[in-house]
Structure formats: structure tokens, C-alpha cells
């Protein structure tokens, strides 16, 4: 199993432009999450999906769209890249098991600089 | 909102000594609270504790959770220089279906 991957790892943009950050995961989770992590800081979410096609609004959804179309997949998008979104970028997902654990398995990172 | 605050933000300790993190808590809908650790990279999972369970011992690390005073305690004995790293508290709202996390609090293990 290949757990929570994340694609890119590195990502260099220009203000304005756009990207899309893709996440994959193979171990039929339920829940994803998109997080950004920043200098000095924890981890703050910016949207997350409790199944298949569903999205909801984390703490600092500004700026970023998501989609769930699969269940496997979990796509962040930044439409007009700003510097304060600088940042490192985690994706999870977890499950609900009996003991009502949302243990959460994070894929790599991705950093992004926005100049 | 759903609130996590840890203490204190930073630690500078030697090997050999006894650390103790906190992370206290305001959430509606508490289902469970979880430890993670994170050594530049993406955190990993160390403890979970949920309404019933009171404390996890694995090792050298230890967690006990306070439901009536909505806290817990990291601790970690016997400290060495691979326990630096950021921990990371998290409280999951069952009903909203997230979790919220604390700032972390960096500990530094000195040889």
C-alpha cells in the first residue's frame, strides 16, 4: 500500500496563477482533509470530505476550491495564487473505527512558494 | 469554534530528563483527542484517547486525559535526542466530522 501520496512535492508559482494539488490515497478512507501548515505553527484545515462527493469548509477555505469525485482522490485548487498562501501543504485521511478513532494518515507534503 | 491551545510552545531539555506537554482543550461534540508527532516532515500518529480511555502508555511515552477539566498530558521519560520533534495535539468533533489541531510544541533533546 502506498498510504496518502501527494503530487507535486515542489511547486514555484507566480501571483496569479493557478494550480491544482492532487492527493491519492489507497485505503478506502472515508475522511480527507487538506491542511497548511506555515512557519512555527500547527495545522490549520482548509477544507475536508467526509465521503464521496461531499465537501465542507475547514478554518481557511479562502482562496482554495476542492473536489471529491472519487473517493480515493481529493483535489485542492488555487485559482489566483496570492504569497500569503506560501506555504506547506499536508493531505490526510482517516476512517472511523469502532473505538471511534479518526487517527489521521498524512501523505508528504507539498511546498509551495507563491512570488 | 472549536479550540485546541498546547503549552508551552517550546522545550529545551538534555537527555535522560522527564518532559511533560499539555494541550488543553474547548470542543463541542468531543469524540476523541490524539498525539502526533511530527520530525520535519509529515506528523505521525502516537496516541489516541476517546471518552473512555483515561491514559496510553507506550514505552517511554505516556498520555493522560482530564474529561472534566478537558486536558491532557504528554509525557515523555527518559528523554532522548530522536524524541526532538514538534508534538502535536488534536481533538476530533464527531459531529462536524474534523479535527482541530494546536500550534505544537517543539521540543529539543540535547545530547
Known amino acids: 500500500n502506498a498510504g496518502v501520496t501527494q503530487t507535486p512535492k515542489f511547486r514555484v508559482l507566480k501571483t496569479g496563477q493557478s494550480m491544482t494539488l492532487l492527493c491519492a490515497q489507497d485505503?478506502?478512507?472515508?475522511?480527507m482533509y487538506w491542511y497548511r501548515q506555515d512557519p512555527g505553527m500547527g495545522l490549520r484545515l482548509i477544507h475536508y470530505?467526509?465521503?464521496?462527493?461531499?465537501?465542507a469548509k475547514g478554518e481557511v477555505p479562502d482562496g482554495y476550491n476542492v473536489s471529491r469525485l472519487k473517493k480515493q482522490n481529493f483535489l485542492l485548487g488555487l485559482e489566483s495564487a496570492a504569497p500569503s498562501q506560501t506555504s506547506v501543504y499536508f493531505c490526510?485521511?482517516?476512517?472511523?473505527?469502532?473505538?471511534?478513532?479518526?487517527?489521521?494518515?498524512f501523505g508528504p507534503g507539498t511546498r509551495l512558494t507563491v512570488t | 469554534e472549536d479550540k485546541v491551545v498546547q503549552s508551552p510552545l517550546s522545550l529545551v531539555v538534555h537527555e535522560g530528563d522527564t518532559v511533560t506537554l499539555n494541550c488543553s482543550y474547548e470542543?463541542?461534540?468531543?469524540?476523541?483527542l490524539l498525539w502526533y508527532k511530527q520530525e520535519k516532515k509529515a506528523p505521525t500518529f502516537l496516541f489516541m484517547l476517546t471518552s473512555s480511555g483515561i491514559e496510553k502508555k507506550s514505552g517511554r511515552l505516556s498520555s493522560i486525559l482530564d474529561k472534566k477539566e478537558l486536558f491532557s498530558i504528554l509525557n515523555i521519560t527518559a528523554t532522548q535526542t530522536g524524541d526532538s520533534a514538534v508534538y502535536l495535539c488534536a481533538v476530533f468533533n464527531t459531529n462536524a466530522g474534523k479535527s482541530t489541531f494546536g500550534d505544537g510544541t517543539t521540543l529539543t533533546v540535547k545530547p
Open positions: 470530505s467526509v465521503g464521496e462527493g461531499t465537501t
Open positions: 485505503m478506502n478512507h472515508e475522511y
Open positions: 470542543v463541542t461534540n468531543f469524540r476523541s
Open positions: 490526510a485521511s482517516s476512517y472511523a473505527s469502532a473505538s471511534g478513532s479518526h487517527e489521521q494518515y
